[in-house]
């Protein structure tokens, strides 16, 4: 039995069941876009920690930042003592992502708390209980995050859910966009939510609506321009909160620092984590600083957020994506798997769409050419042949038929042309031309 088999055999031992597991691979170490498995086996890295390490696997100063603040001050939290990473960290924030002409930032441990979080500070600054979210959303497990998440499997018997969550449709162009333009799909999805106030919620209820971008687990579904600029208009008018969740969109992973700067919109406040803190455990909320400071004394924040090491960690991983250029590297990366995946299209009829922004691309494995025609069989022997030939790679969509790509972005070209040509020829070897 080798190490890996080992490791494997332990985990169902002493982990619960129900704790996924998207790869079948082990890892010991890991440098850059390369990971290494439990028999020494060097992986190339698809997978990015599930999107967290836009800035490679252990970058240098990042290592050392970590190293030199335990050293220093590992934890008295914020609420006890106040200490400057904290403020270096806000303040760098509010520069990179401006939310009108005063922003504050709020730290959290993770995306799922920057949700639970968010919730409560635009019910507390609009006075109003109901939120608007979409189809195919994922925003975490946690109870107010598990219930604003749409796909049912990741929440079966974990009712009764958070009250006062509606749920509209994503405009989604790839299932339900047939004869009509994007424009036109876009003012067809916003006539529906002022209907919506009419017929689910009225508006003046709703304190927020809550959107990706760019859907994460729900499959790289990416909102269309004149959709995101409507949704903006509608907030305005009936006086609702834009929240956007950037916790896997954020960070280089479009080829910009947020996926919202893809679009002239700006939200009224924002959620983020993953790669902002290169695998330590860090998020954030951001946003106006009239909306963030109505919230009332001690309904919002916690033992760790804002750690010290997680703060040193923040602040040299975006320190070294700003050196690298973790943009122009997104930029990069993305057009090269845009290029290769159209070419997949055209000689595998399985993948019914390819679709995403910036390097955060996918694909979608179908049967018959038909949308509505999943095929998630398809999609998992892949992610196992590919895991099988060095390849670490994960799915996505509602229905687990969705091959995503988050490699770290410092990736080199050869790896990730290399890493293309599995998945080709895993295509190729599991009969997706036919």
Known sequence: ??????????????VPDAIGIFSPSTAVSAKGSL????????????????????????????VEAIAKQAATLIHCSFNVATYDLYMQLAEKLASLFPH???????????????IEN???????????????????????????????????????????????????????????GSGLNLEEFSDSYLRELENFFQTQVPASQVAAILLEPVQ?????????????SGLRQICDKYGILLILDEVQSGFGRTGKWAAYQHYDVLPDLSVWAKSMGSGMPIGAVIGKAAIMDACKPSTIGGT????????AASLATIGYMEHIDINALGRRVGDTVRSRFETFKQKFPAIGDVRGLGAMMAFELVKNKDPFQPDADLCKRLI?????????????????????????????????????????SGLLALGAQN
């Open 35 to 62: 990971v290494t498995d439990a028999d020494g086996r060097e992986l190339i890295d698809f997978a990015g920690g599930i999107g967290v390490v836009n800035a490679g696997h252990c970058p240098p100063p990042v």
């Open 100 to 114: 009108g002409e005063h922003t504050k930032v709020m730290l959290t441990n993770s995306g799922a708390e920057s």
């Open 216 to 228: 994460g687990e729900g499959g790289f579904n990416v909102v269309p321009a004149k959709y995101l």
């Open 304 to 311: 760790y957020p804002g750690n010290p090491v997680c703060c």
């Open 1 to 14: 039995m080798n190490n890996a088999q080992r490791i494997m055999d332990r985990r169902k031992k002493f």
């Open 384 to 424: 196992t042949y590919c895991a099988g030939e060095g390849l670490v790679i994960i799915n996505a969509g509602v229905y687990g038929n969705v091959i995503r790509v988050l490699s770290p972005l410092v990736i080199e070209p050869e790896l990730l042309h290399k890493g293309l040509d599995i998945i080709e």
């Open 118 to 176: 968010v919730i409560k500070i635009a019910r507390q600054a609009t006075g109003r209980p109901a939120v608007v979210c979409y189809s195919n959303a994922f925003h975490g497990r946690t109870l107010m995050a598990m219930s604003l998440t749409s796909k049912v499997g990741y929440k079966l018997g974990c009712g009764p859910y958070a009250p006062e969550v509606y749920r509209i449709p994503f405009p989604d162009y790839y299932r339900h």
